[in-house]
Each structure stands twice: as C-alpha cells, then as structure tokens.
C-alpha cells in the first residue's frame, strides 16, 4: 500500500491565485512528520515547510501553508498568489517514528504533482 | 558555503559497465542518503547510512552498492546487475539532531544514461 498518495498528476493556476495541493499519508505510528518539497525543471529538491503529527496548529512559511487534518491523514499544501516561479513538480513526504528510531530519518516519497502557473 | 556536492551532472554509460555516483557533504551530517528518480515519478530509497561504517537497503537495493568510509562520503554503484539503471539520482543528507523535523538536504543529482 502506498504511504503517501499524491492524487493530481498536473494542476493549472493563474498567477496570483492561491492553489491547493493534496497529500494523504498511511502510518499506524503516531510520531510522524510530513514534509513538502518543490523540485523546479532543473532537478534540485528544496524544502519548503515541515509539520509534525504532534503539532497543534497548521504550518506556516511564507506563501506557504499547510492544511494538516490529522484525523483523515491529509497534508494539503497551500500556495497563496501564485507566481510564475512556483511552476514546478511538488512532492509530498513522511518520516515515521521517533527521530531515534529504527527509521533512520529516512523520507517516503508521494509521486508528485506538476503544478503550471499561467500569466 | 555548505552543502553536497554530487558529481558528475550527467553520466553516459555502455550497458554491463559497473559505474559509480559521487556525492560530497560539507555540511557535518551524520545520515546520508540514495534516491533514485524516474521520470514523472516520485523519490524511491536506495540506501541509506546514519553513521561511518554502516549502512542500510531502502526499497529498491537490488544491483546497488554503497560504502561509507569517511562522514562526508557516500559513493552509490551502479553494478550491471542492476536491470533498468538509467535514471536521475539524487543523494542527501541530514543532521542526527534526535527530532523528526530535520529536512532532507538534497544535492543536484546525476543523471544517469546506459545505452
């Protein structure tokens, strides 16, 4: 069974509207975080916003926000106005356990989804 | 600056060839990591390491293998066992600061072509 399901293959958005990206996660273990990363046409992956599953309130950097519903196991990603950089492929991520663990830090990756911003 | 530094940026190999990936980190982090990327697709674990000396298989370490002789250090092999090889390889690294929020640290890749 997949760990992190990325159901949008592609999204389209307009320049300067706020866009939603979802993420849905399977873990029985209840420390856990979720990570978000953009990966832009050149290959690198940089990290924009982290939550964790003990967390209270949803994350926040910048334009980007995180809509954390612990009891369907989402992690929707937030872009609030759309700028022509933020065209990309976006992927979510989980780490289980407690950072000590056996997990090794390791992350499991969604599939992604390509988001394409229009002017 | 600190970072990871992974060479070369594209790589042409014949099939049968074993070939080794480099990747560099100045960063100080105790755990590094191999992800394999096809196109259109997502991130999948190939090795992983927390400490000098040890290593660990990820999802799919078949016709692969690594050393992790010094902290910065971490060479993935890509034997000619290894049945489809040609894809985008990324490594990255991570401080061992025993909280789950530490971000992967990624390099640039190396994308890997066999003819």
């Known amino acids: 069974a997949q760990k992190i399901t990325q159901t949008q293959p592609g999204m389209f958005v307009q320049e300067k509207e706020a866009v939603t990206l979802d993420c849905t996660y399977d873990?029985?273990?209840?420390?856990?975080?979720l990570f978000w990363y953009k990966q832009p046409s050149s290959g690198e992956m940089i990290f924009l916003i982290y939550?964790?599953?003990?967390?209270?309130q949803n994350a926040t950097e910048g334009r980007y926000s995180l809509n954390f519903q612990k009891a369907r196991k989402s992690a929707n990603l937030v872009i609030s106005a759309s700028q022509l950089g933020d065209s990309a492929m976006y992927f979510c991520?989980?780490?289980?356990?407690?950072?000590?663990?056996?997990?090794?830090?390791?992350?499991?990756f969604g599939q992604g989804t390509i988001l394409t911003v229009h002017p | 600056d600190g970072g990871i530094t992974q060479s070369p940026k594209y790589l042409f190999r014949k099939e049968g060839q074993n070939v080794t990936l480099s990747c560099e980190q100045n960063?100080?982090?105790?755990?590094m990591y191999w992800y394999r990327q096809d196109p259109g697709q997502g991130l999948r674990l190939i090795y992983y390491?927390?400490?000098?000396?040890?290593?660990q298989k990820g999802d799919i370490a078949e016709g692969y293998s690594v050393s992790r002789e010094k902290k910065e250090s971490f060479p993935l092999t890509v034997t000619s066992a290894q049945k489809n090889p040609t894809a985008f390889y990324l490594c990255?690294?991570?401080?061992?600061?025993?909280?789950?929020?530490?971000?992967?640290?990624f390099g640039n890749g190396t994308r890997l072509t066999v003819t």
């Open positions: 990255a690294s991570s401080p061992w600061t025993g909280r789950n929020n530490s971000p992967l640290h």
């Open positions: 873990t029985s273990d209840p420390s856990y975080g």
């Open positions: 939550q964790g599953s003990y967390d209270q």
């Open positions: 991520a989980m780490r289980e356990g407690d950072a000590g663990g056996t997990s090794y830090g390791k992350l499991t």
């Open positions: 960063l100080n982090h105790d755990a």
């Open positions: 390491s927390q400490i000098v000396n040890d290593f």
